[in-house]
């Protein structure tokens, strides 16, 4: 609970308190706390408070909605000997924080918002066709059964929706789970590289049980980052036999020819790619742009 203080314009206080006293919000709150009817002549403006903050709850129908200074919380008054103003979450900030506690088992989460708590089960089968159904069907296997997967295809066929509902099958398993997107971890890694601070996190990216690599090959690449990072990662799963997937717009050749283009090195394009390959489902999502569908 936060603690909270506000500031209220000088109000009459005898017709406050008149107008308070008939108020069914004020007369519920006493009920529920056990108020003496003193407490509301001698505080007459924070039960004020307590009503205006309150009352900007009553249409609210979600988090989304919400009109609240802090959001998912709202002002209510406990005793303690004095009168305290606090803050508390409503239904809406405790689902949603339920819905998102398996969020803490993430290593690294480079989930969009909108998938923090997308599953397999909560996908609407009738509005899909034979082919996702197919991929659908295999990927929730391969999630269960903890078998590698390399899942490919075009550009917003819905890869890494279906990956982030692996990792959270696992995450809500209570297993260390991480969701990395290749680009974006090729920059930060970058971008640490003075430091060595990175090292943390390629350890975690090593140690998880389950590991999504999103949008592998759409990185900028380089030796050191193919070599350096990604090798001794994937390397270290493999041996381990920890669970490791892939999402990527290239088929497994072009992946090959993207890490093979640095120095025309082939041959250590050729070590990347058969850690990545090993047992591994080759898996093609072929649909159309899901996302335009949101536009």
Known sequence: MDKIEFKTKNIDNSKLIESLKSDPLIIDLFKRKGFKKELLYKYPNKFYRYQQNVAICKQCSGLDNCKQNLLGKYLDIDYEGMLLEVYRECKYKQTYEKQVDHLKYYYQCDLPKAHYDVEFKKIDLDKEDGNYLKVLWQLNGCCESMQNVYLFGSMGSGKS???????????????????????????????????????????????????????????????????????????????????????????????????????????????????????????????????????
């Open 161 to 295: 929706y279906l990956a982030a509902c692996a990792c959270n099958f696992h995450a809500k398993k209570q297993e260390r789970v991480a969701f990395v997107h290749v680009p974006s971890l090729s920059l930060k890694i970058k971008s640490l590289i003075n430091t060595n601070e990175y090292e943390p996190i390629i350890d975690e990216l090593k140690r998880a049980r389950f590991v999504v690599f999103d949008d592998i090959g759409a990185e900028k690449i380089s030796g050191w980052f193919r070599d350096d990072i990604l090798l001794p990662i994937l390397n270290f799963r493999m041996e381990n036999e920890l669970c490791t997937w892939y999402t990527s717009n290239e088929d497994l050749k072009s992946l090959e020819n993207h890490y093979a283009i640095i120095n025309d090195d082939k041959l250590k394009a050729v070590r990347l790619m058969e850690r990545i390959k090993t047992n591994t489902k080759i898996v093609e999502l072929s649909q159309k742009d899901r996302r335009k569908n949101c536009l």
